[in-house]
């Protein structure tokens, strides 16, 4: 991980390669290699430089030239537990700690992207590529700018699969070391057909904290282990809700199965995201969270979660073997 490291007199230089910029061990690995340093005999003064080099999905790699270094799922076992808010608060905290992220609204039928990120327009065609809406610093791609709002989508599987298909391969998305797609409930056609697709580098579960979590969470994971998708690990949305003018605690949904059911299943719980007026709020306004008060506590949730999740990948890609494939990747800052 040490580069460039260069000695003049007591003065030690050198950068820290990442292997993702959301690390949430940068300031611990900052602290040891001072302290490291530090300890050699002449060792007066050290300059420590971050860098990341994401590291891409071999699979993603070898299946096809596709501009995604990873994939990442955001699933659950019914709707309206929050997987759309959380795919656009963690796509947003990725980017917020460095990295280049695309959403990808996978809800064909009920696409919520545009909304919540406050985006409403169309696409242009440049080159035969579909170009991709930007807001937040995310590159946005959903049926929801395709479409009018009224208009219900009837659609057959393969027709859903062709849309699917036009998104992730049609789109100019450029490099990303991220491209999180947010799915419809359940386990269905869109889960099938992405899988099919190309290879999901992960897929996380959110879950409410009742005790029905566990039979969804367990469904969920049953579903993406069928599709061989590894599950990265499960969120507590509507965690509980701590009221603004006394502060008290008050636990809505319960409090706690998430985890339960993560500890139960063998998978990582990753964390959790109170119950937040202006979470709902924001998700109305298409202004979310973790863009417009990345100072409150439930912002913070979200990123301590995206440095969790972007680790979870990193470890799952250098687990792989990458099969000879030596990727070009350019540095960021
Ligand atoms: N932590 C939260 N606090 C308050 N409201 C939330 C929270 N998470 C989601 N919501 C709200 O709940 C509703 C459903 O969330 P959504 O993300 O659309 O769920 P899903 O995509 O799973 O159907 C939305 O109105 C959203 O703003
Ligand atoms: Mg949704």
Redesign the pocket.
Known sequence: MIRDLTVSGGRVEFTVMLTTPACPLRSQIERECRSAVLAVPGAQEIAIRFASNVVRDPRLGRKRQLPFRNTLAVA?GK????????AVNLAIALHRLGATVGLLDADIYGP?IPIMMGVEARPRVKDERILPLQAYGLKLMSMGFLIRPDQPMVWRGPMLHKALEQFLNEVAWGDLDYLLM?LP?GTGDVQLSLAQILPLTGAVI?TTPQDVALADVRKGMAAFNQLEVPLLGVIE??STFVCPHCGERTDIFSHGGGRRAADELGIPFLGE?????A??AG??DGQPIVAVAHHSP?AQAFMDIAGALAAKISVLNMEQPAQGLITDIPVLG
Request: with cysteine; proline share 8%.
């Open positions: 659950s709707g309206g537990v929050g997987k759309t808010t959380c919520n947010d409930p959110v949305n509507m995201v109170a119950i937040d007026p979470i709902r998700g109305d439930q």
